[in-house]
């Protein structure tokens, strides 16, 4: 039996009736989205997850000197479809849009096993957005860069890279 407080908890995030967080300070212009997001829900209890299919074109993995992770996000789980990185991702917000960026340094690590790694940042702009509803969202990621920069450095079309995400115990092994 459910609890009417359960309802009207679920409710007010699903609306996000919380409304905004007081703000102090002056709100910075932000660049257009660089993915967009589109919501996710979660298939009822006993019935088999669908498959993730991102609404938009994967922007590409980023490389830069220093990846660094910006707003709160919690990455709920990866999928690799061939050489995209789908990501479901949760994080507060509900009053502005909200946007996504893979972002890497462009160099490998070795693993225990003495596989190659990359060291992935999944970056989030809440563009200022304080309201508090509980958004459950997907991002594509196109993983091309990555890619290429293994097939320059190990002169080989084919192998696969262990994917580690910053702040979350995910891993994905990327094959080409």
């Known amino acids: 039996m459910r609890k009417p407080v359960w309802s009207g908890l679920v409710l007010c995030a699903l609306l996000g009736c919380t409304g905004p967080k007081s703000s102090t300070g002056a709100e910075e212009s932000q660049p257009p989205p660089a993915t967009v997001e589109a919501p996710t829900e979660a298939p009822p209890p006993g019935e088999p997850k669908a498959p993730v299919a991102p609404d938009s074109a994967p922007r590409a993995l980023q490389v830069t000197a220093s990846p660094a992770p910006k707003d709160d996000i919690i990455l709920k789980s990866v999928e690799l479809q061939g050489d995209t990185l789908v990501a479901r991702v ?63 450095q190990n002169k080989s079309e084919h192998g696969a890279v262990e994917l580690r995400f910053a702040g979350s115990q995910l891993t994905g092994r990327y094959t080409f």
Do not use: I
């Open 90 to 152: 949760m994080h507060s917000g509900g009053c502005k849009p909200h946007t996504y960026e893979l972002l890497w340094s462009g160099g490998f690590q070795k693993s225990a096993a003495g596989e190659p790694q990359a060291e992935l940042v999944l970056a989030h702009e809440a563009n200022g957005d304080s309201c508090e509803a509980l958004l459950n969202r997907t991002a594509s990621f196109d993983l091309g860069p990555l890619k290429q920069r293994w097939r320059e």
